[in-house]
């Protein structure tokens, strides 16, 4: 990290603690650096940060409703529609309509899977995994692949460009934190996979380079391994095996939550947690200045408490350089909420270079999303 000029102050009217024990009729405003990593300072103001009454520019909050892309007649994840993108990060949003009939290979770097609805097999070099809704797969940069599905599966796609997925520091908290990584499941060369090798016949591969495609034609399947040993293979994780870090006097920044790091970017998981118990703690996500990063969420499942008129399948995305934070209703429950624990489950995408948006993600713009913020003037 940088070494940043640092010199923790105190000025005006403020709190002895971040996202708590607000000064009585303000609201807190986070500006940090590197994201939730770097060196922050919290601002307490009269108004919400975000009650602006107009927004014009290229810079205000998108909302995207995933669910209204037109589907592709085909199975292949190479002409599923770029979502987001820039030179480190490819975001795209698969509807698989129907099992695969041909194999994939990312020459461009590590994939990562979240299968948003659905479920299936995933085949490849290393074997057989059974796909459910929730479950996360990295595919490592080179690997074969292909899913056979008996419906119709929506797979969010996140290409790792030029770099691959590690998990990240957990430091203090120890490696156990969050998911035990004895529960990352890796494909088996079981009787599912040994099945699929026959009959033998023609396949072809696809293989992604540089965002172009070759094909590769074989007269066998080439998922034809019949063991392996090492240390590099796809693994499975479900949503539901993630364990978040929790604390009951203050809300913890979206960096806590997270699960998988790549070069520029990382991807965070939010699942069900207990709301702070403190009377003085706020119970919302804190309004923040995320200059370094650009922010993407995509909604999975669950009721989405910091957000209004949000449903599964949806994502925003807050290109940095901006405040943003909680919806005016959710923010009416800051310091008191009816519920003893949130029950969304959601991807969150900091990338620390800006983010351009697809052809096909501005065909299904919620174009007044940046006015659900709007307060009328007084």
Same mark, same amino acid.
């Given at each position: 990290?940088?070494?940043?000029?640092?010199?923790?102050?105190?000025?005006?009217?403020?709190?002895?603690?971040?996202?708590?024990?607000? $000064?009585?009729?303000?609201?807190?405003?986070?500006?940090?650096?590197?994201?939730?990593?770097? !060196?922050?300072?919290?601002?307490? &103001?009269? &108004?919400? $940060?975000t009650g602006w009454t107009s927004w014009k520019g290229p810079l205000r909050p998108r909302a995207?409703?995933?669910?209204?892309?037109?589907?592709?007649?085909?199975?292949?994840?190479?002409?599923?529609?770029?979502?987001?993108?820039?030179?480190?990060?490819?975001?795209?949003?698969?509807?698989?309509?129907?099992?695969?009939?041909?194999?994939?290979?990312?020459?461009?770097?590590?994939?990562?899977?979240?299968?948003?609805?659905?479920?299936?097999?995933?085949?490849?070099?290393?074997?057989?995994?059974?796909?459910?809704?929730? @479950?996360?797969?990295?595919?490592?940069?080179?690997?074969?692949?292909?899913?056979?599905?008996?419906?119709?599966?929506?797979?969010?796609?996140?290409e790792a460009t030029g770099s691959s997925y590690q998990l990240p520091d957990r430091g203090i908290?120890?490696?156990?934190?969050?998911? @035990?990584?004895?529960?990352?499941?890796?494909?088996?060369?079981?009787?599912?996979?040994?099945?699929?090798?026959?009959?033998?016949?023609?396949?072809?591969?696809?293989?992604?380079?540089?965002?172009?495609?070759?094909?590769?034609?074989?007269?066998?399947? $080439?998922?034809?391994?019949?063991?392996?040993?090492?240390?590099?293979?796809?693994?499975?994780?479900?949503?539901?095996?993630?364990?978040?870090?929790?604390?009951?006097?203050?809300?913890?920044?979206?960096?806590?939550?997270?699960?998988?790091?790549? @070069?520029?970017?990382?991807?965070?998981?939010?699942? !069900?947690?207990?709301?702070?118990?403190?009377?003085?703690?706020?119970?919302?996500?804190?309004? &923040?200045?995320?200059?370094?990063?650009?922010?993407?969420?995509?909604?999975?499942?669950?009721?989405?408490?910091?957000?209004?008129?949000?449903?599964?399948?949806?994502?925003?995305?807050?290109?940095?350089?901006?405040?943003?934070?909680?919806?005016?209703?959710?923010?009416?429950?800051?310091?008191?909420?009816?519920?003893?624990?949130?029950?969304?489950?959601?991807?969150?995408?900091?990338a620390r270079d800006a983010l351009d948006v697809g052809p096909a993600a501005a065909g299904v713009?919620?174009?007044?999303?940046? @006015?659900?913020?709007?307060?009328?003037?007084?």
């Open positions: 990290m940088p070494k940043y000029i640092s010199f923790p102050r105190v000025e005006g009217t403020a709190s002895r603690q971040a996202h708590a024990d607000l $000064p009585k009729g303000t609201y807190e405003r986070e500006l940090g650096k590197e994201g939730f990593y770097g !060196p922050s300072t919290q601002m307490y &103001h009269r &108004h919400p $940060p995207f409703d995933l669910t209204k892309l037109e589907p592709p007649r085909g199975s292949d994840p190479w002409a599923a529609p770029e979502i987001l993108g820039n030179a480190s990060l490819r975001l795209r949003y698969w509807t698989l309509p129907k099992s695969m009939t041909e194999l994939a290979r990312n020459a461009d770097g590590d994939e990562l899977l979240f299968i948003h609805q659905g479920n299936g097999q995933f085949f490849c070099d290393y074997g057989h995994l059974a796909l459910a809704a929730g @479950d996360y797969v990295v595919i490592p940069r080179g690997t074969m692949w292909r899913i056979d599905c008996a419906a119709p599966m929506s797979v969010l796609l996140v908290v120890g490696a156990h934190a969050i998911f @035990d990584p004895a529960i990352l499941d890796v494909p088996a060369i079981d009787t599912e996979f040994r099945a699929q090798q026959e009959p033998a016949g023609e396949w072809r591969v696809n293989v992604k380079r540089r965002n172009q495609i070759s094909t590769v034609t074989y007269p066998f399947n $080439p998922l034809d391994a019949v063991g392996w040993h090492g240390d590099l293979a796809p693994v499975k994780l479900n949503v539901k095996d993630i364990r978040p870090l929790a604390s009951h006097r203050a809300h913890l920044p979206p960096s806590a939550h997270t699960t998988f790091v790549a @070069d520029r970017f990382v991807v965070a998981t939010f699942v !069900p947690r207990p709301f702070e118990t403190d009377p003085g703690a706020i119970k919302v996500p804190f309004f &923040h200045n995320n200059d370094d990063y650009d922010e993407v969420i995509f909604y999975h499942a669950g009721d989405f408490f910091s957000r209004d008129n949000i449903k599964p399948g949806m994502l925003t995305f807050h290109p940095s350089g901006f405040t943003h934070g909680p919806h005016p209703k959710a923010l009416e429950s800051m310091l008191e909420q009816k519920k003893p624990a949130t029950d969304e489950f959601a991807v969150m995408i900091d713009e919620w174009a007044a999303y940046a @006015d659900s913020w709007k307060t009328e003037p007084k």
